[in-house]
């Protein structure tokens, strides 16, 4: 085991940190394939929403709010993640119309540019928050 990973905030801040980061990378560099892949999820209407929502959304959302409730230092950044991710998939699924309209945006240019600057961002928050505590 990691020395810095001894307990469940800390292992969320890991995940997080790895998995923002990578995709975060992936974002920037191949944002061609996150547009076809929610152009297709948008083509599915809101079985698209459903599915979007429970690949890319609802166990980041699951996994920080339920193990990782940080209100101070650089770790809020990822606690402010989670519940904006919950309300998300909770809107997603209370109205599945407003969820494909945000699907609709990926075609929008640089779309997934602001949004892998995001997830490095939030994966930023989640490596000082490991160094933090």
Known sequence: MWPFVDDAQSVVQF???LSCA????SHIVKPGIWVETFTYLHSLGTRGVVLRTFLFELWPAM???TLHQVWWGPGILLTIYGWAQLTKVTVSMLA???G???M??????????YG??????VGASAGAALLWS
């Open 63 to 65: 996994v920080i709010v």
């Open 100 to 102: 494909l309209r945000s």
């Open 116 to 121: 892998g600057i995001m997830l490095l961002v």
């Open 22 to 25: 990578i995709l975060g990378v």
């Open 96 to 98: 599945p119309e407003i």
């Open 15 to 17: 995940i997080m940190l």
């Open 104 to 113: 609709a945006m990926a075609g929008r240019p640089n779309a997934f540019l």
